[in-house]
């Protein structure tokens, strides 16, 4: 069977379920297990390369393309062709994340190509994010690996449950970008809950949305993760520094008290993936470090 992964989430699924050599095309972004940085590149993305940019920039200019309609990606058609996979896994669920399966399929039909399989993965809720494993197993005809993966994720979460379940709930606030500010959505909120603390200003299985700065300080959070999409650590701790100087994030409760944390998001959190439940217990040990074993080195560090 060929495969291709148009999302790092996917890569991910797939190399977990033991199907990494079936694998013919990723994205530019596919980098985790590091033999995915190996397969030809199918999708890269469209926004300029070159010198860093900020998160205003970055969104302005995801902004502009998106209102104008304009390509974020990039597909190799005459890889496609040459290929001919058999399944190509993608998502509906940001059009910001990876080529919407719409145009995926269009791609294909231009191609000759209409027997190819278009799986569209499209989580809301951290239970969803962990039932794709079993969807793609099953679909991969992988269905007994898909299972025992879930089944394992699962076991972790509730662990991580059990646990918060003795603790104090605390409020905290997940922010998933700088400029304009915005607050985690999607499953965060329930990876907030389960590690026993109450989500402040996002929603439960509903899209990360634009706040401002005093909505965040009125929340009162007693915790702030730094968590923004598609960053590694590094790159979070340097944009939280300028982050966490605005006056309104400087005096919420969380800030006071050096309970600021900056998270490698891409890694953990920002994929719905097999390193969600990862993601999971690091932010655990954010909440109550008293109660949950310290992370891993580089996965998390505290900003204030």
């Not at 104008?68 to 190509?88: M, T």
């Not at 993965?121 to 690996?145: A, W």
């Not at 959190?269 to 439940?277: E, K, L, N, Q, T």
Request: proline letters at 8%; a negative charge; one cysteine or more.
């Amino acid at each position: 069977m060929k495969i291709v992964s148009l999302l790092p989430s996917a890569t991910e699924i797939v190399y977990a379920l033991g199907l990494g050599e079936d694998l013919v095309g990723v994205t530019d972004e596919c980098d985790f297990p590091p033999d995915a940085v190996t397969k030809p590149v199918v999708s890269r993305s469209a926004l300029p390369q070159g010198r860093p940019m900020s998160s205003r920039e970055i969104d302005a200019v995801v902004r502009q393309r998106v209102e104008g309609d304009g390509a974020l990606y990039v597909l190799d058609r005459d890889l496609l062709r040459r290929e001919r996979p058999d399944v190509i896994l993608t998502q509906d669920l940001c059009r910001v994340c990876a080529v919407p399966s719409g145009e995926v399929q269009r791609a294909l039909d231009e191609l000759g190509l209409p027997d190819a399989k278009v799986i569209s993965l499209d989580p809301n809720t951290l239970d969803e994010v962990i039932d794709q494993l079993e969807l793609v197993g099953k679909q991969l005809d992988r269905t007994d690996r898909g299972v025992e993966l879930a089944t394992t994720m699962r076991s972790r979460v509730e662990k991580v449950r059990e646990t918060a379940r003795r603790l104090p709930t605390i409020g905290v606030f997940c922010l998933e970008w700088a400029e304009p500010p915005f607050a985690a959505g999607h499953w965060v909120p329930e990876m907030v809950e389960a590690a026993g603390a109450t989500n402040l200003v996002g929603a439960k299985g509903e899209s990360s949305r634009t706040v401002t700065y005093r909505e965040i300080r009125d929340a009162n959070p007693e915790v702030i993760v730094f968590m923004p999409c598609g960053y590694y650590l590094e790159e979070a701790e340097e944009e939280a520094e300028r982050t966490f100087q605005h006056p309104e994030l400087a005096d919420t409760p969380a800030a006071r008290n050096g309970n600021v944390f900056a998270v490698d998001a891409t890694s953990f959190f920002s994929r719905p993936g097999p390193r969600i439940v990862d993601g999971l217990e690091i932010l655990a040990w954010a909440v109550h470090p008293e109660a949950y074993a310290e992370p891993p080195s580089g996965t998390i560090a505290r900003i204030k």
